[in-house]
C-alpha cells in the first residue's frame, strides 16, 4: 500500500486546515488508519486513529473537540479535518495504515502500522 499525505500549508492560529491521505496499491477498506505527527526536536506522536469502516475514531487529548479524523473507502482517502488550529500544532503530519484483527479496532502504536506516507508540514503562525 502507497500513502500519500497532503493538505499541508500555513495557516493562522484560530484557521482551520484539511489533510488528506490518498492510498493506492491495495484494499484500503482492509486497513485500520492513523494520523501522527512529529514537531521540530520531538518524537513522533499518534493524534486520531480511524478503523477500517470508519464507524470507530479515537482522538488524543490534545487534538479532542478540534481535530476530526474521517474516511471514505470508496476514495481510499483518509481526512484530517483541524479546526481552531493553535502554534503547538506546527509539525510534520504523516499517515499510516494497519493491520487490524477486527473492523471495530482502532491502532493506536506506531509499531502496529504497516505503511506510511511522506508526511505533510502544518506551520501555524501566532
Known amino acids: 500500500v502507497q500513502l500519500q499525505a497532503y493538505g499541508g500549508g500555513l495557516v493562522q492560529a484560530g484557521g482551520s486546515l484539511r489533510l488528506s491521505c490518498a492510498a493506492s496499491?491495495?484494499?484500503?477498506?482492509?486497513?485500520?488508519m492513523g494520523w501522527f505527527r512529529q514537531a521540530p526536536g520531538q518524537v513522533r506522536e499518534f493524534i486520531a486513529g480511524?478503523?477500517?469502516?470508519?464507524?470507530?475514531?479515537y482522538l488524543e487529548g490534545s487534538v479532542k473537540g478540534r481535530f476530526t479524523i474521517s474516511r471514505d473507502n470508496a476514495k481510499n482517502t483518509m481526512y484530517l479535518q483541524m479546526n481552531s488550529v493553535k502554534p503547538e500544532d506546527t509539525a510534520v503530519y504523516y499517515c499510516?495504515?494497519?493491520?487490524?484483527?477486527?473492523?471495530?479496532?482502532?491502532?493506536?502504536?506506531?509499531?502496529?502500522?504497516?505503511?506510511w506516507g511522506q508526511g505533510t508540514l502544518v506551520t501555524v503562525s501566532s
Open positions: 499510516a495504515a494497519g493491520t487490524a484483527p477486527s473492523g471495530g479496532y482502532i491502532v493506536t502504536k506506531d509499531y502496529q502500522y504497516d505503511y
Open positions: 480511524i478503523s477500517r469502516s470508519g464507524g470507530s475514531t
Open positions: 496499491g491495495g484494499t484500503f477498506s482492509m486497513y485500520a
